[in-house]
T-cell receptor, first 111, second 117 residues
Framework: GQNIDQPTEMTATEGAIVQINCTYQ??????LFWYQQHAGEAPTFLSY????GLEEKGRFSSFLSRSKGYSYLLLKELQMKDSASYLC????????????FGTGTRLQVFP | EAGVAQSPRYKIIEKRQSVAFWCNPI?????LYWYQQILGQGPKLLIQ????????DSQLPKDRFSAERLKGVDSTLKIQPAKLEDSAVYLC???????????????FGQGTRLTVV
């Protein structure tokens, strides 16, 4: 089975850096996604990691360690519009089109 | 490119009534998903189609929920009869069929917010 853990809530200040962690236990693993979801809206894709290491995309970076079952999403130069939920999702190796989501981390950015 | 279309956006029904949701995926996407998202939680996969076949429906409450994708394009999800705990946002998503290691992301529709009273 799969178990995906994320902190429920985080707060940060505008202009700061925040790291959102995700740990997973899965019987087989084929990649990890991060999605952003603003309140009342659909999730939108942020990043995908399948190999160990850091993927950088503008202000957002995502890191994966397959051996540790660990990922994080790093948000730099925080803006008010970054207030949203951040969802970690894994693709199991037995069904490479399936997406299993964690509970999500609600981030609030304050001025 | 047009995104994933869902309707209706909102629906309020009484418990024990039935309801249906419709989804039209991005053109050419073989895989279609229905997720249930209860307030404050992450999306939970209900059913996954590849073309018109079911790949995974292990978490679909089959005594009351049903879904079909008859022609491998659009899909409907039905609840009959609804319970109070079915109040949630129902999200439809689609993706091109993955190629194993080089999986692609799923694109989500705006969702249908269902309230059962």
């Amino acid at each position: 089975g799969q178990n995906i853990d994320q902190p429920t809530e985080m707060t940060a200040t505008e202009g700061a850096i925040v790291q959102i962690n995700c740990t997973y236990q899965t019987s087989g693993f084929n990649g990890l996604f991060w999605y952003q979801q603003h309140a009342g809206e659909a999730p939108t894709f942020l990043s995908y990691n399948v190999l160990d290491g850091l993927e950088e995309k503008g202000r957002f970076s995502s890191f994966l360690s397959r051996s540790k079952g660990y990922s994080y999403l790093l948000l730099k130069e925080l803006q008010m519009k970054d207030s949203a939920s951040y969802l970690c999702a894994v693709r199991p190796i037995y069904n490479t089109d399936k997406l299993i989501f964690g509970t999500g981390t609600r981030l609030q950015v304050f001025p | 490119e047009a995104g994933v279309a869902q309707s209706p956006r909102y629906k309020i029904i009484e418990k024990r009534q039935s309801v249906a949701f419709w989804c039209n995926p991005i053109s050419g996407h073989a895989t279609l998903y229905w997720y249930q998202q209860i307030l404050g939680q992450g999306p939970k996969l209900l059913i996954q189609f590849q073309n018109n076949g079911v790949v995974d429906d292990s978490q679909l409450p089959k005594d009351r929920f049903s879904a079909e994708r008859l022609k491998g394009v659009d899909s409907t999800l039905k609840i009959q009869p609804a319970k109070l705990e079915d109040s949630a946002v129902y999200l439809c998503a689609s993706s091109p069929m993955g190629t194993g290691f080089f999986s692609t992301e799923a694109f989500f529709g705006q969702g249908t917010r269902l309230t059962v009273v």
